[in-house]
Each structure stands twice: as structure tokens, then as C-alpha cells.
């Protein structure tokens, strides 16, 4: 199983980043899917996970700005981020996660200048 995640890369405040996160090796529409990150000197810390049926969840510091999809065709995961705040920056992960068995990703840098 491979999980590729890209799209991370350097923007300014208030800008707006794509990740996305290729699985491989796996059926991907078995899975629970989710981005984690951390950050430099701090924990790492669940940012949204998608559901099989496609139900989401987010940790309330990214609500209203950040949006999970998968498309189970494509076998790919995303995370649309908006409105970027520079304690945003962090190496974003993706993992997936059925019964108990998971994998992630190499993680893709997101930097967020102020």
C-alpha cells in the first residue's frame, strides 16, 4: 500500500492550498481517510478525516475553512484549504484506516507566511 501526498508548497496568508493524497496497492473505498499534521516542535494533530460514506469531520480550528473529499474513482484523497493562517504550517499527512489496520503518507510541507 502507497499513499502519495502533494500540493503543499508556500502561501501567504489568507491563501488557499490543495492537497491531495494518491492511494495505491489497496481498495481504496474500504477505508476511513484523514490529514494529520505537525508542526515544528508540537504534536501531531488530526485535521479531518472522511468517512466511507463520505460523512467528515474537522478539528475547530480549521471549520468553515478547510474541506475533505475523496473521489473513490480516481483513488484520491483532498483537502482543500482556505483562508490560511500562518499556524497552519506544518507537514501534512494523509493515512487511511480500516479495522484497525493503517497507512500514511511522506507528508507534503505547508507554509504559511504572515
Known amino acids: 500500500v502507497q499513499l502519495q501526498a502533494s500540493g503543499g508548497g508556500l502561501v501567504q496568508a489568507g491563501g488557499s492550498l490543495r492537497l491531495s493524497c494518491v492511494v495505491s496497492g489497496t481498495t481504496f473505498s474500504s477505508y476511513v481517510m484523514g490529514w494529520y499534521r505537525q508542526a515544528p516542535g508540537k504534536q501531531r494533530e488530526s485535521v479531518a478525516a472522511?468517512?466511507?460514506?463520505?460523512?467528515?469531520n474537522y478539528r475547530e480550528s480549521v471549520k468553515g475553512r478547510f474541506t475533505i473529499s475523496r473521489d473513490n474513482a480516481k483513488n484520491t484523497m483532498y483537502l482543500q484549504m482556505n483562508n490560511l493562517r500562518p499556524e497552519d504550517t506544518a507537514v501534512y499527512y494523509c493515512?487511511?484506516?480500516?479495522?484497525?489496520?493503517?497507512?500514511r503518507g511522506q507528508g507534503t510541507l505547508v507554509t504559511v507566511s504572515s
Open positions: 472522511i468517512a466511507r460514506d463520505g460523512n467528515t
Open positions: 493515512k487511511i484506516e480500516n479495522s484497525g489496520v493503517g497507512y
